[in-house]
């Protein structure tokens, strides 16, 4: 908001200097005549000329474009007779990149502007309103043809996830007990048939867990594990085209390991497809530009597109653009307004609304006197007789005292357990007991998962495990949604942590909590309380409770994680891309959207009308020829389909989905070789052991994908490369154009599924 309050600020200073000036003055702003040859013209130009004479077209107007493919459009439609400019004077990605004051005021003296829409340019919408009336007439060109839609994410996902629930390729994985040998599954395309473990004598009782002696075997089966339990966005029960009582859960996920928990009264084999929601750019890992997303300036190399540490001054001598940072991150709180909060009942609400409304000091977590202003406001503690609940078996010696060794005294852990009545906690002490048994780093404070745990246990929700119960590891190769589809009978879990979730030591995401980075050494973990508190090693295993190395590597995560809530489920970013943009890559699609940009711009410059039609008429030929190209090779009596090719291609970017619709093509998309950022070498090593896992022969990347990281990719696995054009951003070959580059993704498709 800041950012869009200065740019109008300075275009409105700049416009009234440049009027005093006379710089606005109309006749200055008239495009300069266009000088071409006679065999240059492509349209019915009254401009009549015979072959080689020189003659002269006066431009019609400017027309402004946001991105490349735009102006193939505009460009195919108006020819010579409108001067064509970009928003950006460098090959910059079009969602990376944002307007300079000079480009604002080039595009309030343009005439007409073209962008694409559903959400390339995230920069479009901000840039117009900061205009105001002085924004030229602007029109989104994204269309379809008559009777098809824009591909959204995820209906694309479920219609994926339902094919393969019907059709398969299955791949069988036994659950396991033992989350210390977790097998592991990935999302990936094909169906999980998974079966329960044999279940043992000590494990047919999962309420009697807890009584043995055998600290291992509660922590196999801890409910209290369950509590660590992420939260769906969206659950969708019977979707179309999937099995019956098939429930699909979408989860936002970032990378990193971990665990499933599944449950169900029967013992059968049941079937799960887990799959990442395709998300544009929103999901691009940008390498590249993470580092500067702190407020700190850096260089874009605009022919690498890489960003690197500099200054201005070298920057702009070695040809490249210099990038001010934005420093102005804190404008993601959502509220600082909690007046609202009496209207809120805390056991109703979700974790993420009451740290919105209660979190009085904005850092992100709920502390014990946050939580008392919530509760006594709320009048919990007005229950009927709730004193009678406060001498529940043996729960006395917990409430009395705030020294939790006196809960090493018994190894019976059942009497902890047993307060499943959520009128058990409703005086001080017992809340108090209940906040801290939720606070699983000790920091004193609660984070979206502990919260959510903690409302769990106010509820009277986190019932003992019963009928058959299994686990297993997920390892997310990148942050996105992921949607998860089962029966309905099989309740179904996701824990945080599947790579060191030996007990609740699993907190390598928690670097925001205070506290619990202290613990370098180690930490004594309390079986009983699930509490942490530093000790030493001897002192914590003479207590009966577990002794946790400290680790290390925690700080790595710094930089990835401010903020946020913690190697977790997160919510949705409010930019996330809900539809693929890419229509373009659809010769029917950019067809539809010419036939936009020929309306509008017959309806600024009416006095090419002739022209625009006879030039977009002879575009069309041109997009039906490319078409048919198409449906030849991939069609129902295509080359490829009669065959028998199977249409699989994988790609280092989900940008082809409407080829994939429209040629009915599966495009595998390999996470971790972002096309417009530098790899780190972990993200290659991750997509040279994916490529020799999987036996890729062939892998599809677009023009700009860095060719180091390729050029290590080919020579560790063999693998060939080719090319899938994208034209966000214009082609190296100044020779190329739109009709070009499909035809060459054409050939390269054809021989990259040998057809």
């Not at 299994?470 to 992921?482: A, L, T």
């Not at 099989?490 to 824990?495: C, D, S, T, Y």
């Not at 930089?559 to 539809?579: C, F």
Request: proline share 3%.
């Amino acid at each position: 908001m800041e950012r869009q309050w200065i740019r109008a600020l300075l275009v409105s200073l700049i416009m009234i200097l440049s009027s005093l000036a006379g710089c606005l003055d109309a006749e200055d702003n008239t495009p300069e005549p266009v000088t071409i040859t006679g065999d240059d013209i492509t349209d019915n130009s009254n401009n009549t000329t015979s072959d080689n004479e020189v003659v002269q077209i006066q431009p019609l107007g400017n027309v402004m474009i946001s991105t490349y493919h735009v102006g193939e459009l505009v460009s195919a439609v108006a020819g010579e007779h409108v001067t064509i400019e970009y928003m950006s004077q460098n090959n910059i990605p079009v969602h990376d990149y944002e307007p300079s004051v000079a480009d604002l005021i080039r595009l309030q003296e343009s005439d007409l502007f073209f962008y694409h829409g559903l959400g390339l340019e995230p920069w479009v919408e901000s840039t117009l309103s900061s205009l105001g009336t002085n924004a030229p007439p602007s029109y989104m060109t994204h269309a379809m043809p008559s009777g098809q839609t824009s591909l959204d994410y995820e209906s694309m996902m479920i219609s994926e996830i339902c094919e393969h629930m019907s059709e398969g390729p299955y791949e069988a994985t036994t659950l396991v007990m033992d989350k210390s040998v977790l097998p592991e599954i990935h999302a990936e395309h094909n169906v999980h048939t998974l079966s329960f473990p044999e279940m043992d004598d000590n494990h047919d009782d999962h309420d009697e867990h807890n009584g043995t002696e055998e600290h291992d075997d509660h922590d196999d089966h801890d409910g209290h594990e369950g509590h660590n339990h992420g939260t769906p966005e969206k659950v969708i029960d019977n979707p179309v085209n999937c099995p019956a009582n098939t429930v699909i859960s979408i989860f936002h996920l970032e990378e990193g390991a971990y665990i499933l928990e599944f449950e169900a009264e029967e013992e059968n084999a049941f079937d799960m497809v887990a799959l990442k929601m395709g998300g544009g750019h929103a999901d691009h890992d940008h390498e590249g530009h993470d580092d500067h997303e702190d407020g700190k300036d850096y260089c874009h190399n605009t022919i690498t597109h890489e960003n690197y540490d500099s200054n201005e001054i070298d920057c702009e001598t070695a040809g490249h653009v210099w990038m001010e940072g934005d420093d102005d991150h804190d404008d993601h709180n959502e509220t600082d307004d909690h007046d609202d909060h009496d209207d809120h009942d805390f056991d109703e609400a979700t974790p993420q609304e009451i740290i919105d409304l209660y979190d009085y000091n904005n850092d992100s977590h709920l502390s014990w006197d946050e939580f008392w202003t919530i509760w006594t406001d709320d009048d919990h503690n007005e229950t009927d007789d709730h004193d009678d609940h406060n001498e529940t078996d043996d729960h006395d010696d917990h409430n009395e005292t705030d020294d939790h060794d006196d809960h090493n005294e018994t190894d019976d852990h059942d009497d902890h357990n047993e307060t499943d009545d959520p009128d058990d906690y409703n005086d001080e002490d017992s809340l108090r007991d209940l906040f801290n048994a939720s606070d699983e780093n000790g920091d004193q404070l609660l984070d979206l998962l502990e919260l959510g745990h903690f409302i769990e246990e106010l509820g009277g929700d986190h019932n003992e495990h019963e009928g058959h119960v299994g686990y297993v590891s997920i390892h997310i190769d990148q942050e996105g949604d992921y949607g998860f589809a089962l029966p309905m009978d099989v309740e179904f879990h996701i824990l945080m942590g599947g790579d060191d979730h030996d007990g609740h030591d699993d907190h390598d995401g928690h670097d925001n909590h205070d506290g619990h980075d202290d613990h370098d050494e180690g930490l004594c973990h309390d079986t009983t309380t699930h509490e942490n508190y530093d000790l030493n090693e001897t002192d914590c295993e003479n207590a009966g409770h577990v002794w946790m190395e400290g680790d290390e590597e925690d700080d790595d995560h710094d930089d990835d994680h401010d903020d946020e809530s913690n190697n977790t489920i997160v919510a949705e970013d409010d930019e996330d891309i809900s539809y693929d943009p890419h229509s373009w890559l659809d010769p029917l699609a950019f067809e539809a959207q010419l036939n936009i940009v020929l309306e509008k711009l017959i309806l600024t410059f009416p006095d090419g009308t002739s022209n625009f039609t006879t030039n977009a008429n002879s575009y069309k030929v041109q997009l039906q020829t490319l078409d048919d190209g198409y449906e030849d090779a991939f069609g129902v009596s295509g080359t490829c389909f009669v065959g028998g090719h199977e249409k699989t291609i994988v790609a280092n970017h989900n940008a082809y989905s409407y080829i994939a619709n429209r040629y009915d093509i599966e495009i595998i998309t390999l996470h971790g070789l972002d096309p417009e950022g530098e790899p780190s070498p972990q993200d290659i090593i991750r997509v040279t052991e994916h490529i020799n896992e999987k036996g890729i022969t062939i892998l599809f990347v677009e023009e700009f994908t860095s060719q180091n990281a390729v050029n290590s990719i080919v020579e560790d696995t063999g693998v060939s490369i080719k090319l899938l054009y994208t034209m966000e951003m214009a082609p190296s070959d100044s020779n190329d154009n739109y009709i070009s580059m499909m035809t060459k993704n054409l050939n390269n498709l054809v021989n990259g599924i040998g057809c």
